[in-house]
């Protein structure tokens, strides 16, 4: 069997999502162009052509290995742009351009994930630089040992300021750190106690940056080699040991499998599906990228369970648009589009990230998002130029009547998943002149232009289009 | 014949429809035709996120232990403005001290709830739902919302939006039954927006759009939820924009975010918005290192922000008509930390503030010795406040929105109806 997704029958698709029984496409195609949406920030027609032809194992594959492909396209591209990294603006610049031109969407979609667990804010930390390395260090680790990653984040100078280990010494221990590294970085709420939490915070006392704070220094004066007891492991514990503990709990694979999933796959996953990604967690020594391959290829990735079944966060959103619509003159401020939208990167809300799903949308961040839409298929916007021409795309496919260009456009934009209404009535929108008045016959070039553009408009504004 | 009134009309609102006897009928019709106020009665609340030192704000400084147990951050007698002989403000609390002065503050003490949780994330959704005990999904001041709009539905009461959130994400405490609340905190952008160049075809792309989402169907998880959201955005951005044009603030309002909210929620109230509940908040209350002065400037905003809106209604004639609750996740440990800091702790005070508002200070503070964990215990449940504001403020029984019945504190003038 060559499908991952097709062990079984269609009846063992029915049986694994019994409380719908609609029955999705068994293409590769329709699948490949889903996990782009999740494992990466969409895809443009020539990036999803290409991943067909490989098929979607391969195209698994190749996400799962970043360190295999080759990106000097995307650094050279960087190189050229000449980023100043004092600048809080150009660490943001230069990871949108990331996102956008990456050949490596998982890394940088892992990346994003890590940066909402391990949330820390420029705000506190001040320097633009410091926040850059630790993004640097999200990525190299993304996919790799969880223990190792969790080890370079308690010893990352921008965490440590951020949850004010350098202020953790001997006799005057700060909590901060500890509590969040259990509560919220490894085995989660409920898992300790608070003496767990005063005991780790001793143990990680003089965890401190050096004096310009641009690395980790281990300050022995001020720490605490006093015994320790932290989730009933006794000793003279340090940073380390804890770390440890926390990252070989079973607690931790249950904690990541769940908030992978909810991350890539469904907001609502039962026991069973986390079980078997936290399995992998245990089984391959702590290590993120299987747990990842059991996502994507486990069955209820392929179900209406799945489907369209996540908001998309601001740059998915953004991203894809560009990516889809093969927008070039890309000039569009990309961190201020998606900080309006709620994520203002490398500025998360706070210790806890970004909470994600639901919490996307609100009235404002709909408008936010209807006025994004606006400014992507407007013929003139805040900017002399238009950033698409949707009259070239209708030519090129060479689609002839309203219906072939609702089609075309619902068809790349949202899969075509609309119900029967909002198809009728985006055709009979297209069939009125700019006045409003129906009219059947044929347009003059600018009103074909100014009703193609209010198409686009119309359906990036659909609740579809808000789901990855 | 106030709750048989209420329980009727939620009644109704249940059923879809109303079915009333003539007597009740003209029941109703003698409640509608009572005087009403110029605006409706309404809430805003201000959560201080990130765990409020309560210690410092409201300083037990007639107390040796609160010396004791702060030797490096603690408030002199000398500089906290003194509410009565055993508690005053942190000295940056200027503008709430002459509230208080004028009558309209209250400060209740030692304010918390039974096995009190130290994760800032856990502890809000224990305030947010009026539930420590167990999972909610809909916030208190939801189903308040809820009892309101069925009751407002009935008496034909018109508001534009039944409450409006001005933080970036929606709270739980906001989530209800049966009404999406919208978000707005930039006015300007608050506009559904099309293409300039062909301004005409503006009123077809929304026809559409409205067309198209009353219609939405579509068996996917959150298809309702932007459906309900997409819709509000829209009715909220025609009728807002307009709405608050015209306001002229009646105090000046100190720079930063809150009293840009709190401004705007002026004008939204000035304006006739008629919203019942308005939520915002204050960061910058996690101070685990350097207190003194993080905690000093976020006082300082919130006093000046608080002190100013309250001016600024009074100057509209409309501070009967709003109350502000001021409240956070939790209070911090009685000791300082190592870091001239303090880290997350317990009970705190919770403050309310306007003219309808009896001012004083509720309750002792909460002894610095006699600990739970090491923590201040609480003596005020936080529901006791809420309870008192539903009923007084809002005229509901706390008992259907909060589950259970609790001892109300005298916060607040009788309701009149």
């Known amino acids: 069997m060559r499908h991952v997704y097709s062990h079984g029958e269609t009846g063992s698709i029915r049986r694994i999502d019994a409380r719908n029984v609609q029955l999705l496409p068994r293409k590769d195609a329709f699948w490949i162009a889903q996990l782009l949406r999740r494992a990466g920030f969409g895809a443009s027609p020539a990036e999803l052509d290409r991943y067909q032809k490989l098929g979607y194992k391969a195209t698994l594959d190749e996400l799962l290995h970043p360190e295999r492909i080759d990106n000097s396209a995307l650094e050279s591209l960087l190189a050229r742009e000449k980023f100043d990294f004092g600048n809080p603006y150009a660490i943001k610049k230069w990871w949108m351009y990331r996102m956008l031109h990456t050949a490596n969407p998982l890394e940088e979609k892992m990346t994003l994930f890590w940066h909402g667990h391990f949330a820390t804010s420029l705000q506190k930390v001040g320097d633009p630089k410091v926040m850059l390395e630790q993004n640097k260090l999200l990525r190299r ?83 605490d080699d006093g015994e320790k ?19 070989r709990s079973p ?40 747990m990842l391959h059991a996502i994507f290829s486990d069955p209820s990735f392929f179900t209406n369970r799945a489907y369209h079944a996540k908001i998309k966060s601001p740059p998915e959103l953004v991203i894809g648009a560009i990516k889809t619509l093969g927008i070039r003159n890309a000039d569009i401020d990309l961190p201020g589009v998606i900080a309006s939208m709620g994520q203002n990167i490398f500025e998360p809300p706070s210790v806890k990230g970004w909470d994600g799903g639901k919490a996307w949308i609100s009235t404002e961040s709909m408008i936010e998002r209807f006025n994004f839409a606006t400014k992507i298929s407007s013929q003139k916007f805040e900017e002399l130029k238009p950033f698409m021409s949707p009259t070239q795309l209708a030519s090129r496919q060479g689609l002839k009547t309203s219906h072939d260009a609702v089609n075309y456009f619902l ?58 | 014949m106030k709750i048989s009134r209420r329980k009727l009309l939620i009644k ?77 403000l942190n000295p940056a609390m200027s503008g709430l001290a002459r509230v208080y002065a004028d009558g309209h503050l209250a400060v209740c003490q030692a304010v918390g709830y039974p096995r009190a949780n130290r994760s800032h994330f856990h502890s809000r959704d224990i305030w947010e739902t009026g539930s420590p005990d167990g999972f909610v999904a809909s916030g208190w001041l939801g189903r308040a919302l809820d009892h309101l709009e069925s009751e407002a539905r009935a008496r034909q009461i018109v508001s534009i939006l039944p409450a409006v959130n001005l933080d970036p994400v929606l709270p739980k405490s906001l989530v209800s039954h049966h009404i999406a609340v919208p978000t707005v905190n930039n006015l300007a952008d608050f506009d559904f927006r099309t293409d300039p160049k062909f301004a005409g075809d503006r009123k077809t792309q929304l026809a559409a759009l409205n067309d198209i989402y009353q219609n939405f169907a579509l068996g996917r998880p ?34 930063g975010g809150l009293g840009d909210a709190l401004r705007f929620i002026s004008q939204m109230v000035c304006g006739g918005v008629n919203a019942r ?33 309250h001016q600024d209604l009074a100057a509209h004639h409309l ?8 409240y956070s996740e939790f209070g911090r440990r009685v000791g300082e930390n190592g870091s001239q800091g303090t880290d997350h702790g317990a009970a705190a005070p919770v403050l309310l503030v306007g003219k309808a508002v009896s001012g004083g200070v509720y309750g002792d503070h909460a002894s610095l010795t006699s600990l739970d964990e090491g923590d201040l215990k609480y003596a005020i449940d936080y529901r006791q406040i809420y309870a008192s504001i539903l009923d007084k403020w809002f005229g509901l029984d706390p008992h259907e929105v909060l589950g259970k019945n609790f001892e109300e504190i005298n916060l607040l003038e009788k309701h009149r109806t």
């Open chain 2, 222 to 255: 959150h298809v309702e939820l932007l459906r309900d959201a997409g819709l509000a955005a829209n009715k909220a951005s025609d009728k807002l924009t307009k709405i608050v044009q015209g306001y002229k603030a009646g105090a000046n309002y100190p720079g």
């Open chain 1, 229 to 247: 007891k932290v989730l009933g492991q006794r000793g003279n514990l340090n940073g380390d040991d804890v770390v440890h503990i926390l990252a």
């Open chain 1, 411 to 468: 068809d790349i934009l949202v899969d075509g998943d609309v119900p029967d209404y909002t198809r009728a009535r985006l055709v009979k929108y297209m069939e009125t002149d700019l006045d409003g008045k129906a009219t059947r016959g044929v347009k003059n070039e600018q009103v074909l232009d100014a009703k193609l553009r209010g198409l686009v408009h119309l359906i990036m504004s659909l609740p579809t289009y808000q789901l990855a």
């Open chain 2, 12 to 88: 109704g609102a249940q059923a879809g429809t109303f079915c009333l006897s003539a007597g009740e009928l003209l029941k109703l019709a003698a409640c509608a035709a009572e005087p009403q106020a110029t605006a409706p009665r309404a809430l805003v609340v201000i959560w201080l996120n990130g765990g409020n030192d309560g210690l410092n704000m409201v300083v037990p400084y007639a107390d040796s232990a609160y010396y004791t147990a702060r030797p490096g951050i603690a408030i002199k007698p000398g500089e906290v403005l003194k509410l009565n002989d055993k508690v005053g």
């Open chain 2, 319 to 326: 501070d009967r008509s709003v109350i502000t609750l001021i």
């Open chain 2, 277 to 309: 509940i308005y939520n915002v908040s204050l960061g910058g209350f996690d101070t685990h290192i350097n207190q003194r002065a993080g905690q000093g400037n976020q006082l300082r905003q919130l006093s000046d922000a608080v002190a100013a809106f």
């Open chain 1, 141 to 223: 680790l993304a996919l790799g040992n969880f223990e190792t990653l969790l080890l370079g984040v308690s010893k990352d100078p921008a965490m440590i300021i951020y949850l004010d280990n350098q202020e953790n010494q001997k006799g005057r221990p700060n909590e901060n750190y500890a509590r969040e590294v259990m509560e919220l970085f490894s085995i989660g709420i409920g898992h300790y106690t608070e003496v767990d939490i005063k005991e780790a915070a001793r143990a990680f006392t003089g965890w401190h940056t050096n004096q310009k704070r641009s690395a980790f220094v281990f300050d022995d004066k001020q720490h």
């Open chain 1, 251 to 290: 607690d931790t694979g249950r904690y990541l499998a769940k908030k992978l999933i909810r991350y890539f796959a469904y907001d609502d996953p039962d026991g069973d599906f986390i079980e078997r990604v936290a399995t992998q967690y245990q089984v391959n020594g702590y290590q993120i990228r299987p």
